[in-house]
T-cell receptor
C-alpha cells in the first residue's frame, strides 16, 4: 500500500495566486481529513469528508478556502486568493470509519509558502 | 467538551534512559486515545491506540502507554531512548465515531548521546 499521497510536496507562490493541493487517500478508506500545521497554532482540522460528503467544514478559516472530493480516491484543497498567513504545512489523512474509531493515516504533507 | 493537554512542550533525555511524555485528557465518556509521532519534514505516524480494551497499550518501536481513567491520563513511555526517537509526539483524543481527532500541542523529544 502506497499510503496517503499528497502533491505537491512543496509549493511557493505569490500572494493573490490560486493554490491547489491534492490528495489521494488509501484505497478502501471512507473518511478523508485536511489538516493545517503551523508553529503558532499546531495542528488544526480544516475539513473532513465521509463517503465523499463534507461532514464538518467549521475549521475552514475563510471563504478563500474550499475543498472537494469528487470521488473516493481524490480530494483537493484550494486557496484563492492566497495570502502570506496561509503559509503552513497542509496534511491530508484518511481512515476507515466503521463501528469504532480507526486511526488516521497521514500523508507527508504539502509545505506551502506564500510570499 | 473533549480536550487533551500535553504537560511538557519539550523533553530531553540521554540515550539509553527512560522516556516519559505526559498527556491528560478531558472527555465526557470513554474516548479513544492515540499517540502519533512526527519526524522532521514527515507526516504523522501512529505509535499506538487505546480503544477501551487493555489499559496498557503496546505500540511500535518499544513505546507503550497506560490508560488511567482515575487520573484521566495516557502517558507515553519507553524504557530506553534511542537517538532515532528524537521527534515531535502528539497525544490525540477522538471523542466520537466520526474519526475527528483533537490534537495536543505536541512534545518535542530530544535525545542526547
Amino acid at each position: 500500500d502506497a499510503g496517503v499521497i499528497q502533491s505537491p510536496r512543496h509549493e511557493v507562490t505569490e500572494m493573490g495566486q490560486e493554490v491547489t493541493l491534492r490528495c489521494k487517500p488509501i484505497s478502501g478508506h471512507n473518511s478523508l481529513f485536511w489538516y493545517r500545521q503551523t508553529m503558532m497554532r499546531g495542528l488544526e482540522l480544516l475539513i473532513y469528508f465521509n463517503n465523499n460528503v463534507p461532514i464538518d467544514d467549521s475549521g475552514m478559516p475563510e471563504d478563500r478556502f474550499s475543498a472537494k472530493m469528487p470521488n473516493a480516491s481524490f480530494s483537493t484543497l484550494k486557496i484563492q486568493p492566497s495570502e502570506p498567513r496561509d503559509s503552513a504545512v497542509y496534511f491530508c489523512a484518511s481512515s476507515f470509519q466503521g463501528s469504532g474509531n480507526s486511526p488516521l493515516h497521514f500523508g507527508n504533507g504539502t509545505r506551502l509558502t506564500v510570499t | 467538551a473533549q480536550s487533551v493537554t500535553q504537560l511538557d512542550s519539550h523533553v530531553s533525555v540521554s540515550e539509553g534512559t527512560p522516556v516519559l511524555l505526559r498527556c491528560n485528557y478531558s472527555s465526557s465518556y470513554s474516548p479513544s486515545l492515540f499517540w502519533y509521532v512526527q519526524h522532521p519534514n514527515k507526516g504523522l505516524q501512529l505509535l499506538l491506540k487505546y480503544t477501551s480494551a487493555a489499559t496498557l497499550v503496546k505500540g511500535i518501536n518499544g513505546f507503550e502507554a497506560e490508560f488511567k481513567k482515575s487520573e484521566t491520563s495516557f502517558h507515553l513511555t519507553k524504557p530506553s531512548a534511542h537517538m532515532s526517537d528524537a521527534a515531535e509526539y502528539f497525544c490525540v483524543v477522538s471523542p466520537s465515531n466520526t474519526g475527528k481527532l483533537i490534537f495536543g500541542q505536541g512534545t518535542t523529544l530530544q535525545v542526547k548521546p
